[in-house]
């Protein structure tokens, strides 16, 4: 059964430090996202890959965020320095795509970032 | 910015009962998901409606879409409790930068009662 992977799953963290989240896409998917939710903005895209090639990062703040695909199995999302309105849920997503389109994306089950 | 938005926010009802969910965007798009978040996981996709599909049905699951009036609605029939959590609508829309993005409404938090 294939799905996407996140790790950690839970990060409490002071602020300052450096921050780093993994994702594992579903083998084969060409298009990786990176995703923030929150109770007050909702889920903003962050980060969107195709190939491995950052096709638009508009949504991040680039002072301190960066995200790169280093292999097509690995995703990374880093912060550096953390904040503490950093503190949310982080998700990574993959998709098969094969059309200009978007189609399914799959999820994965999120990193749960806390910055004291 | 979210282009879709979610009517209501928050919806109760008994199990048994039918579920309806509003969408509204507001330009013109490719395709239409609706996709479910049990609390504390991941999104999970429920179903995708083309741009020049009218209605579409998995399962219990009833998606309508008007691009008309740029909404559309998601029916979940005879809801059960499991059926509790958050639905999201996301629209597929081509961008500026000459690719296609998926943006999340806010969502309608359902819980349905035993």
């Known amino acids: 059964d294939a799905r996407v992977t996140q790790t950690p799953r839970h990060k409490v963290t002071e602020m300052g430090q450096e921050v780093t989240m993994r994702c594992q896409p579903i083998?084969?998917?060409?298009?990786v996202f990176w995703y923030r939710q929150t109770m007050m903005q909702g889920l903003e895209l962050l980060a969107y890959?195709?190939?491995?090639?950052?096709?638009?990062d508009s949504g991040m703040p680039k002072d301190r965020f960066s995200a790169e695909m280093p292999d097509a199995t690995l995703a990374t999302l880093k912060i550096q320095p953390s904040e503490p309105r950093d503190s949310a849920v982080y998700f990574c997503?993959?998709?098969?795509?094969?059309?200009?389109?978007?189609?399914?994306?799959?999820f994965g089950p999120g990193t749960r970032l806390t910055v004291l | 910015s979210q282009q879709g938005e979610e009517d209501p926010q928050a919806l109760s009802i008994q199990e048994g009962e039918n579920a309806t969910m509003n969408c509204s965007y507001k330009?013109?798009?490719?395709?239409l998901q609706w996709y479910r978040q049990n609390s504390g996981r991941g999104l999970v996709h429920l179903i995708l409606?083309?741009?020049?599909?009218r209605e579409k049905h998995s399962g219990r699951l009833r998606v309508t879409l008007d691009t008309s009036k740029k909404s559309s609605s998601l029916l979940i029939t005879a809801s059960r409790a499991a059926d509790t959590a958050s639905y999201f609508c996301?629209?597929?829309?081509?961008?500026?930068?000459?690719?296609?993005?998926?943006?999340f409404g806010a969502g309608t938090r359902l819980a349905v009662h035993p």
């Open positions: 997503a993959s998709e098969a795509r094969l059309a200009t389109s978007t189609d399914t994306q799959y």
């Open positions: 083998l084969g998917h060409n298009t």
């Open positions: 890959f195709r190939n491995r090639a950052p096709l638009d």
């Open positions: 330009t013109s798009i490719n395709n």
């Open positions: 409606i083309r741009s020049n599909e």
């Open positions: 996301a629209t597929d829309s081509l961008f500026s930068g000459g690719y296609n993005k998926l943006i």
